[in-house]
Nanobody, 118 residues
Framework: VQLQASGGGLVQAGGSLRLSCRVSGISFNVAEMGWYRQAPGRQRESVATISSGGSTNYRDSVKGRFTISRDSAENTVYLQMNNLKPEDTAVYYC?????????????WGQGTQVTVSS
């Protein structure tokens, strides 16, 4: 199983980045996909999730700025991040999970650094 995240980088406040996470080795179409982030000294937190059916959820601080989407043809989940703020600085991780029936799974990608300068 591989979750290959990419797209992080250094950007000024107000700028945009698009993260990608290409998945292999699991049944992408049944997985709930998510983006999480962890800043230094803080716990990992959920940023956005998208169900197998396309339903999305966002943490309040990114609503209206971030958009999660998935492409089943490419087995890839995206996170479009607009109007970035310094407080968005963190390592961003993608997650693939299916916990409703056996066999369940819960996998993490390697993380990609996002740094927003003020």
């Amino acid at each position: 199983v591989q979750l290959q995240a990419s797209g992080g980088g250094l950007v000024q406040a107000g700028g945009s980045l698009r993260l990608s996470c290409r998945v292999s080795g699991i049944s992408f179409n049944v997985a709930e996909m998510g983006w999480y982030r962890q800043a230094p000294g803080r716990q990992r937190e959920s940023v956005a999730t998208i169900s197998s059916g396309g339903s999305t959820n966002y943490r309040d601080s990114v609503k209206g700025r971030f958009t999660i989407s998935r492409d089943s043809a490419e087995n890839t989940v995206y996170l479009q991040m607009n109007n970035l703020k310094p407080e968005d600085t963190a390592v961003y991780y993608c997650n693939a999970r299916q916990l409703l029936w056996a066999p369940s799974f819960n996998y993490w990608g390697q993380g990609t650094q996002v740094t927003v300068s003020s």
